[in-house]
């Protein structure tokens, strides 16, 4: 099989496994890794995101695993394609695997990697920081500033809301969404109130903790509650922040009726993924609440918007930007690699997902980091 040369840069040729990368990742450790392994290694030399018939076209008729990233959908024609190769690993470049057909790849012995850990605190600040420019209205005034209309201080210039001691919402109380949680009641005193199937005992038992530390040096303490509903959480909130994974039951979980229980004032953050919001409902809402206001980093048709989106003045929007710092993007290269090479090595799974850091040193355990289907691909878990 030969890719254009120009667009693909062949590492160790005589490599024993063949791994396509469909894309430039940050840093050198991750190649390291998978040189070091042995690896014959292909990249895309681009940036940019590759279509299905790409991918497949990389894939070939020999390879063992890839390297893909959360804009390429890594479905039935993909794994098809990856299975009769002889691959037995796809590792996702994200966290989130919403773009991959995870039972396709499981009924076709295909392990499924992803990064968790190293985009949690990356993440829970980026959500952080839309929700206070969006609060504090700081894309507004910087526009304002750039376009020269500052004419002075007025008690009444570009007015926002104080969030300190008021009510932060997430829903989706996992990794991202607790970090995320725990920074707004330490930092801003909010009490909390959190919507997820599962009960989070640990976020729940730290908030309570918090509190009464709050008590002994004379303060008001904080409160954590988990709402019996989506509208419940929605109502109640002065800010939300949205942290659920994108499946069936959470697409467009919030829509026009759910935007209209949210308060007049309220703040909606979204750094999950696009869908979780009907957009077309959002841009109206927008619209018609000039006080509601709205930090994006996802998209629910990424990379366009919605019309009517980027005119809003009560959005602050960047493009996907979560896990973008240089040291978790780095990290993220590094753990997908390692999926791979140790699916290649026959490693069983690393049975500590809070302690993913051991893998980010020069030594690292033998063990692969991170597989979502591994319990039902049987894969053994590293015996502690
Ligand atoms: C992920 O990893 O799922 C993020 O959306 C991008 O880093």
Not at 12 to 40: F, H, M, S, Y
Not at 253 to 281: C, H, K, Q
Not at 322 to 336: D, I, Y
Request: charged share 25%; with cysteine; aromatic share 6%.
């Amino acid at each position: 099989m030969s890719l254009d040369s120009s667009a693909w840069k062949v590492l160790q040729p005589d490599g024993k496994w063949r791994v396509v990368v469909t894309g430039k990742l940050p840093g050198n450790r991750w190649l390291e890794i998978l040189l070091a392994a042995g690896c014959r290694v292909e990249i895309r030399a681009s940036g940019e995101t590759l279509t299905t018939r790409e991918v497949r076209d990389a894939i070939g008729d020999r390879c063992d695993a890839c390297i893909g990233r959360l804009t390429e959908k890594c479905d039935e024609e993909v794994l098809a394609c990856l299975a009769s190769a002889g691959g037995r690993v796809y590792s996702n470049y994200a966290v989130g695997y919403d773009n991959v057909d995870i039972d396709g790849a499981t009924a076709r012995g295909i392990a499924v990697g992803n990064t968790p850990g190293v985009l949690t605190e990356t993440t829970a600040e980026m959500a952080v920081a839309l929700t206070f420019a969006a609060a504090r209205r700081v894309a507004e005034g910087d526009r304002f500033m750039r376009e020269g209309r500052f004419s002075g201080w007025q008690p009444d210039l570009l007015l926002g809301e104080l969030l300190w001691r008021k009510t932060v919402g997430i829903l989706g109380a996992g990794r991202i969404g607790s970090a995320y949680a725990r920074m707004m009641v330490e930092g801003h005193k909010m009490g909390l109130i959190y919507y997820d199937k599962e009960r989070n005992q640990p976020l729940e038992d730290y908030v309570t903790a918090y509190g009464d530390f709050l008590v002994s040096r004379g303060e008001e303490p904080v409160t954590c509650r988990r709402a019996r509903s989506v509208d419940e959480l929605l109502r109640e909130a002065d800010v939300v922040s949205l942290h659920a994974s994108l499946d069936d039951s959470t697409c467009h979980i919030i829509d026009a009726a759910r935007l209209n229980l949210m308060r007049e004032n309220a703040v909606l953050v979204n750094t999950s993924r696009g869908p979780l919001i009907d957009e077309e409902a959002l841009v109206a809402h927008c619209g018609a609440h000039p006080l509601f206001r709205v930090g994006l980093d996802v998209y629910e048709d990424e990379p366009d918007m919605r019309p009517g989106l980027s005119g809003l003045e009560n959005a602050v929007i960047v493009p996907h930007l979560g896990s973008a710092s240089t040291w978790t993007r780095e990290a993220m290269a590094v753990l997908a690699s390692l999926n791979v090479t140790g699916m290649l090595m026959g490693y069983p799974l690393w049975p500590h997902p809070e302690r993913i850091s051991a893998f980010l040193g020069e030594e690292y355990p033998e063990a692969v980091p991170s597989i979502v289907n591994a319990g039902k691909l049987g894969i053994p878990v590293l015996k502690a």
